[in-house]
């Protein structure tokens, strides 16, 4: 429940969810491991690997960082306001 953040417009919510819900799974494409990373309407990024195990590490840790950014962004809008 220590996760769950207020937004400006006083919604709550828990920004691992929505860092996991911006991040597609692993697919294979050819020879290559890809997952997408959506990170605005404009702002989609798309990594390719060649070894699964290293998509899966790296998707962990881009929703990881995902989410530390959704919560550094609300802090920051907080000391704004």
Known sequence: ???IIKS???ARFDPHLVARGSCSSVE???SF???SLRLSDEDIR???FTDRERAIKMRSQ???LL???FIFDR???LNYY
């Open 1 to 3: 429940m220590s996760n």
């Open 8 to 10: 400006k417009f006083g």
């Open 28 to 30: 294979r494409k050819g």
């Open 33 to 35: 491991f890809c997952f």
């Open 46 to 48: 798309e990594y390719s």
């Open 62 to 64: 881009m929703i990881d």
């Open 67 to 69: 989410e530390k950014k």
């Open 75 to 77: 802090k920051k809008e």
